[in-house]
Nanobody, 124 residues
Framework: QVQLVESGGGLVQAGGSLRLSCAASGRPTNNYIMGWFRQAPGKEREVVAV????????YYGDSMKGRFTISRDNSKNTVYLQMNNLIPEDTAVYYC?????????????????WGQGTQVTVSS
């Protein structure tokens, strides 16, 4: 079992950058694939980025590709999401999640552990 706590959210102007962190405790994070998801009011939850156990494989949602970068430091039990060139459509609550899987998955149902979320607001 693993507990996840996100941090780094806030208010930023369009074109700016934020770096989100997800600190894990409990079972080491190398036992999980890690993902970032987001949900805006009135919208369905969508996958942002996913990273394999070793950090060798990644997945990005179409609108995030080229702007966001997911990374992990298993020695620190921490996962990061670097967000650059932010746009107002990125405004949402961002959640990190852990899945006890061997293969990268974008299906939220595969993720057993979730953080409480951190708010990201991008102004025009």
């Amino acid at each position: 079992q693993v507990q996840l706590v996100e941090s780094g959210g806030g208010l930023v102007q369009a074109g700016g950058s934020l770096r989100l962190s997800c600190a894990a405790s409990g079972r080491p994070t190398n036992n999980y694939i890690m993902g970032w998801f987001r949900q805006a009011p009135g919208k369905e939850r969508e996958v942002v980025a996913v990273l394999s156990r070793t950090g060798g494989r990644t997945y990005y949602g179409d609108s995030m590709k080229g702007r966001f970068t997911i990374s992990r430091d298993n020695s620190k039990n921490t996962v990061y999401l670097q967000m650059n060139n932010l746009i107002p459509e990125d405004t949402a609550v961002y959640y990190c999640a852990a899945a006890p899987r061997l293969v990268v998955t974008t299906d939220a149902r595969d993720y057993d552990y979730w953080g409480q979320g951190t708010q990201v607001t991008v102004s025009s």
